[in-house]
């Protein structure tokens, strides 16, 4: 049985879900009054140091493997065009969809992002001769329905002066997620460890330049307490560290397209957040969470 036809690639999808869903809540309480009534951390600055906290615990692992660093560099030679379009993806999506939630809820702004599984579709069928199915089809179509009634919601739900800006951002983001993914298919074969690693240092290092005008403009927020080492950690170590390689594992699984669909469901998890703290959803976000989780079935279930 190929590995593609067994759960092990969905669970580690679903956990991926799971983890980048509440990542998105915790960015926002951190980066925006909305929890605390205060901001703990600018979102820039939580993009570099989830970058930072993610590349040292990647460095850490490629450590204790004891893995040469001639031999890693020997084989991530093959692989550094895909290898500098991620890092510029990646510095991209994390600095956008950071600042974004200062504006939007968290909400809003992962539904925006998480449509991109529409956009690694298309590049799959044009370029890497991926088969479109009438089942793939239908079920991309209903998660991309279910993130658009999710958005309608969200942004009934919004107002204030910078709502466009954070839009913006959010959609910046969604692109930079998406031209990430693809870049994961094109570095399959690589040591994803030494790939996470890379991609975060100098990534890292590119995000110092934004930190730097946006203190020209505005002061850098940065509470040092419990919750804002709480959420770094979480936001490094497990959402952008642990969780960028399983995802990186699913896609060597079984492809970018069926990976990145299941995008559709992370603004489920806000709504289970939402559940959980007792503000109940709107009949129309139910409905968006239902057809996004009958598309997201019908596409793993095609086993094209």
Wanted: with cysteine; charged share 10%.
């Amino acid at each position: 049985m190929k590995p593609s036809e067994t759960g092990h690639p969905y669970l580690l999808l679903f956990l991926v879900i799971l983890i980048w869903g509440i990542n998105w809540i915790v960015g926002r309480c951190l980066s925006s009054p909305v929890l605390f009534g205060y901001v703990h951390i600018s979102g820039v600055l939580l993009a570099f140091l989830r970058y930072v906290v993610g590349a040292v615990i990647m460095i850490m692992i490629i450590l204790l493997q004891k893995e040469r660093l001639s031999e890693i560099h020997k084989q991530m030679k093959p692989f550094v065009s895909a290898l500098g379009i991620s890092i510029l993806a990646s510095s991209i999506y994390v600095l956008c969809a950071n600042q974004s939630q200062a504006y939007v809820s968290s909400g809003t702004s992962s539904i925006i992002v998480h449509l991109c599984p529409a956009l690694v579709l298309i590049y799959g069928v044009v370029f890497l001769e991926e088969k479109l199915t009438i089942q793939k089809t239908i079920g991309f179509t209903l998660g991309f329905l279910g993130g658009l009634l999710f958005l309608y919601t969200s942004l009934e739900s919004n107002s204030g002066p910078n709502v466009d800006q954070g839009i913006f951002l959010s959609a910046i983001a969604m692109i930079a997620w998406a031209a990430y993914t693809i870049t994961l298919h094109y570095l399959e074969g690589a040591n994803r460890v030494a790939v996470i690693s890379v991609q975060l240092t100098v990534s890292s290092l590119l995000i110092v330049p934004f930190l730097v005008m946006y203190t020209m403009t505005a002061p850098l927020e940065f509470i040092l307490d419990i919750w804002s080492i709480l959420g770094v950690l979480f936001c490094g170590a497990i959402s952008t560290g642990i969780a960028y390689l399983l995802y990186f594992k699913a896609i060597e699984i079984i492809g970018a397209p069926k990976s990145a669909s299941f995008l559709f469901l992370i603004p489920c998890v806000g709504l289970l957040g939402d559940v959980l703290l007792h503000e109940l959803p709107s009949p129309i976000t139910l409905i968006g969470g239902v057809v996004a989780i009958i598309g997201v079935a019908l596409i793993k279930r095609d086993r094209n």
